[in-house]
């Protein structure tokens, strides 16, 4: 996947993507292979993994899978140890599962913390070291809309995450500026994907989402891909310690 002379090429970088199996990550990896990087793809799912592998490597990019869990600290510091070479994270590995805030149980608030937060930082906090030591990086934190604004229907431990992300991002951006990384945030709308597709089917729910983004329709991954390439690339370096709303308007009412 040769890319043009522009500044959004990433030609000779290495991007590891966690949650690279399928969805906006699945789109995010191939977006990156086809920006020139070579992409390291990760999740807890070999099979789906070396899916995407095949597909980047026969439109003539370059792809490796390391499948680990992100919820694992010692897995992630061993095998991120291990790169030779880390410019780009995607830290996109991420859960949700919608609960009235009276009903939330212990089990999924512990779930969405180990994953959205502990994880989100054990895996910047081993990539931003190899960029410190090479001198130059970024992160790329998955935030969401939902990181800069409330929401009404059942979202309130989602919420809660997605804010101290945004946290994280802002904290890391300030310390690690001087060692020449950046950290970066992206906050999508509702984006399609095949986890979000049941919640679609429903009607109302969709009707729901809908009226309240003004541009008037669903996100798509390749949206949110795109904004990651630009995120990872010489276009947007001087932008650090920022969030990338891929939203629609929707925090803009």
Same mark, same amino acid.
């Given at each position: 996947m040769p890319a043009s002379d522009t500044p959004f090429q990433l030609d000779g970088k290495v991007a590891l993507v966690t949650g690279a199996g399928r969805g906006i990550g699945r789109a995010i990896a191939l977006a990156l292979a086809r920006a020139g990087a070579?992409? $390291?793809?990760? #999740?807890?799912?070999? &099979?789906?993994?070396?899916?995407v592998a095949s597909e980047i490597i026969g439109q003539g990019g370059r792809a490796q899978v390391s499948p680990f869990?992100?919820?694992?600290? &010692?897995?992630?510091?061993d095998k991120i140890g291990r790169f030779s070479r880390l410019d780009i994270l995607v830290n996109n590995a991420g859960v949700n599962r919608p609960q009235p805030f009276f009903e939330v149980d212990e089990e999924?608030?512990?779930?969405? $913390?180990?994953? /959205? $937060?502990?994880?989100?930082f054990i895996v910047a906090q081993s990539a931003a070291r190899?960029?410190?030591?090479?001198?130059?990086?970024?992160?790329? /934190?998955?935030? #969401?809309?939902?990181?800069?604004?409330?929401?009404?229907?059942d979202r309130t431990v989602y919420v809660m995450t997605?804010?101290?992300?945004?946290?994280?991002?802002?904290?890391? %951006?300030a310390e690690l500026a001087p060692k020449g990384v950046r950290v970066v945030s992206i906050a999508p709308t509702f984006i399609t994907t095949p986890?979000?597709?049941?919640?679609?089917? /429903?009607p109302e729910f969709r009707q729901w989402v809908v009226d309240r983004i003004p541009l008037g329709r669903i996100g798509t991954v390749e949206e949110v891909a795109n904004a990651v390439v630009f995120?990872?690339?010489?276009? %947007?370096?001087?932008?650090?310690? #920022? #969030?990338?709303?891929?939203d629609g308007g929707w925090t803009a009412w």
């Open positions: 070579e992409v $390291i793809l990760n #999740s807890r799912t070999p &099979a789906e993994l070396e899916a869990d992100v919820t694992d600290s &010692a897995a992630v510091r999924t608030l512990d779930r969405l $913390i180990a994953l /959205n $937060i502990k994880a989100a190899l960029m410190a030591e090479a001198g130059s990086g970024v992160v790329i /934190n998955m935030s #969401s809309q939902m990181g800069h604004v409330g929401s009404e229907r997605k804010h101290a992300l945004e946290g994280l991002t802002k904290a890391m %951006a986890l979000t597709e049941p919640f679609f089917a /429903n995120l990872a690339s010489p276009a %947007a370096s001087l932008v650090t310690g #920022s #969030s990338l709303l891929v």
